[in-house]
């Protein structure tokens, strides 16, 4: 891709979540302005005291950012925002924000297009890296999904054990596609094995479609209409990504990976990535072709397999209508840091009109219960 100037980047902060938060949340405030009588003060200052784990907060390392930006531009701007910052700075925003964890993961596409060796390497050096790094120098301020290297299945599967038994990772975090495959493909078959063997998720983070996708649905022959990258920001974040998990998920429950691995456990982000809105249709056309191909209807596998995270959605709206078809013990709050805003988002959750103990379990309690663990004591 041509090289983005400074103001293309400003855009696309917007675009790709920097501040989306933000926005967000004054659109949501904005709104419930207009509301009367406004119970939202009373709320936020009954639940001042919430504390939060963040499910998908996002780094990356110099080697990393070479590996995937796109040009010098764009890996300032990354550096900028405090994408590969994992010290102070990021301990200031969470503080700040009320955030007591962060769960951290590598920046899309992460490693997912290094093959071989190179890849496998490259994964293990990621993973250490944190244990070294901030987990070591912040007790109980960090915990980390694994990096995985996907072209090399077995390779993925052993560093997911490794990581998990050695170095308490909490399960694996993947990009999109793998080299124009699906985790339904059977060749993750390893993975996804593993995942169960460990009773660890796997969280499923959007990624760039593939080159022939990307001509067809967002290209354009209008050179004027991408000055500011706006085909590469609709492929990714202004769409793109949240059509691309949400098909992924579709795939895994139709082509019967919940069948063969009834335990295995997942994670979507961004409210749900289109879900809510398209979840009554979805399961009025799809259940009745899978009827005689799955071993449950089509929706119970979202009821059984997934839990769904609030990243960078700070959208009162959604979260009710995700509620509408998802336990609220399936839910949990993440932020996108640094792509949003922290304290945003979480001024955003305390003022949401929900039980004292719905926001518990949204805020920090289903995370522990998914992932073993507790809030560090202050």
Known sequence: MKPMGRRGFLAAATALGAGAGLSA??????????????RKPDIAMRDRD??????????????????????????????EIGLSDLGQRRIGDMDAGGLNVQILSAHTPSVQNVPGKRGIDLAYRLNRQLVDGPIAKYPGRFKAFATLPLQSPEAAADELERSVREDGFLGA????????????????????????ALDVPIYLHPGYPADEVFKIYYST????????????????????WHQEVL?????????????????????????????PFYYKRILEDMGEPTEDSLKKPFGQYFQDNFWITTSAF???????????????????????????????????????DLPREDKEKIAFRNAENLFKIKLPVK
Not at 221 to 240: A, V
Not at 257 to 270: A, C, N, S, T
Request: one cysteine or more; hydrophobic letters at 40%; charged letters at 25%.
């Open 314 to 352: 700070p959208q009162t709206e959604l979260l009710d209508l995700l509620l509408k078809f998802i336990s609220v013990d399936r839910v949990m709050f993440a932020t996108d840091y640094p792509f949003a805003d922290i304290k945003a988002q979480t001024d955003w959750f305390r003022g949401v």
């Open 25 to 38: 949340y004054a659109a949501v405030s904005a709104a419930d302005e207009n509301k009367t009588p406004d």
């Open 247 to 275: 098909t992924q998920c579709i795939r895994m429950i139709t082509y019967g990976v919940f069948d063969r691995f009834p335990q295995l456990k997942v994670i979507i982000g961004h409210m749900g990535e289109g879900l």
């Open 173 to 196: 975090l993947t990009n999109g596609h793998i080299t124009k495959k699906y985790l339904d493909h059977p060749d993750f078959e390893p993975v996804l094995a593993r995942a169960v």
């Open 221 to 240: 022959t209008r050179s004027e209409y991408t000055e500011e990258f706006q085909d590469y920001i609709f492929s990714g974040s202004g769409y793109g």
């Open 50 to 79: 919430l504390p939060f784990i963040g499910t998908e907060e996002t780094f990356s390392t110099p080697e990393l950012l070479k590996l995937n930006s796109i040009n010098e531009d764009h890996i300032a701007f990354l550096e």
